[in-house]
């Protein structure tokens, strides 16, 4: 299942605490609350996105900060074809035929 993503509120200040106050991913981790790793990614995904603090006009938007780090076309490379479950079953059918097997191929 994923996790719900970070309020802009709190992005903003994950986006201060490093920029502006220099605080490491540890001690941003402990004071809003979260994780290393997703104080990680939410960095990466600045890093990608060419944000700098402070951020400009044109991202005080909700919308359009959220456009920027989470780009949609990056969910569909990720997503895979849904295989063909009829020719799967017959295979599984077939003596010898493991799902280990059929993975394989």
Same mark, same amino acid.
């Given at each position: 299942m994923a996790a719900q993503r970070l309020s802009?509120?709190?992005?903003?200040?994950?986006?201060?605490?490093r920029f502006e106050a220099k605080l490491t991913t540890r001690a941003i981790a402990a004071s809003l609350g979260i994780g290393n790793g997703t104080v990680c990614d939410y960095l990466g995904r600045a890093r990608v996105a060419k =944000?700098?603090?402070?951020?400009?006009?044109? +991202?005080d938007d909700d919308a359009a900060l959220t456009a920027l780090l989470f780009p949609e076309d990056a969910?569909?490379?990720?997503?895979?074809p849904e295989p063909?479950?009829?020719?799967?079953?017959?295979? =599984?059918?077939?003596?010898?035929?493991?799902? +280990?097997l059929l993975w394989q191929e």
């Open positions: 802009m509120r709190k992005l903003r200040v994950l986006f201060r605490l =944000l700098t603090w402070p951020l400009p006009p044109e +991202l969910k569909a490379l990720t997503e895979r063909d479950w009829a020719h799967v079953y017959a295979e =599984l059918k077939k003596k010898g035929v493991t799902k +280990l």
